[in-house]
């Protein structure tokens, strides 16, 4: 008897050797993302450099279809030259958004998402200090920023918990003294938590 259960197991084991696969992306799963890459170009450590780079932290909470919410906070720094420095612009945001699944494979390992977010957060250009080191005054000002983003997202799970993020996001800020429009790309990994 022990001998024909295993006999039978085997059997059943090797009739059902179909791919299986981890449920991913089910409504009220949710993910910490942290994400980096480059602002306005690729970044250089050049005195003539305008390019920046930004770094940022959010939750991804998943709806229905493998759509998302998505909260998170961002820090951008981009550099305008001048004479021979650079003077920097910092941007600390809070971002929320939705992300529409757009296409994905069967085995929901590839996804490809497009996103809207409204994002507010404050601006400061040279970290407050109005007078360069040539004796002239800057006439921007430190302030808050409002406004919102569109993303394009590829998700690609390494594993059933680990995520490759690639991204492509374009801000539009209103109240900038600086820069209104800034492109963003980079990758970042997400870490699915439940």
């Not at 910490?32 to 939750?59: A, C, H, K, P, R």
């Not at 909260?71 to 992300?99: I, S």
Request: hydrophobic content about 40%; proline content about 2%.
């Amino acid at each position: 008897m022990k001998r024909a259960t295993i006999i039978l197991t085997l059997v059943l084991c090797f009739a059902f050797t179909g791919g299986a696969y981890a449920q991913r992306c089910l409504p009220g799963m949710r993910g910490i993302q942290v994400t980096g890459g480059m602002v306005d170009g690729f970044y250089s450590s050049s005195t003539n450099s305008e390019t920046g780079y930004y770094f940022g932290l959010s939750m991804a909470t998943y709806a229905k279809h493998s759509n998302k919410w998505v909260f998170g906070a961002e820090y951008l720094q981009r550099y305008y030259p001048y004479k021979d420095e650079r003077l920097p612009v910092a941007q600390f945001t809070a971002e929320g958004g939705y992300y529409l699944n757009i296409l994905s494979d069967p085995s929901k390992t590839f996804f490809l998402s497009l996103g809207g977010s409204a994002v507010a957060g404050y601006e400061t250009v040279n970290w407050g200090d109005k007078l360069l080191f040539d004796g002239s005054t800057l006439q921007n000002r430190d302030r808050f920023v409002y406004g919102g983003a569109i993303t394009l997202e590829i998700e690609t799970y390494l594993s059933d918990r680990v995520v490759l993020l690639l991204t492509g996001h374009e801000r539009i800020l209103f109240g900038s003294d600086v820069s209104k429009f800034h492109t963003q790309f980079g990758v970042g990994l997400k870490f699915i938590i439940n």
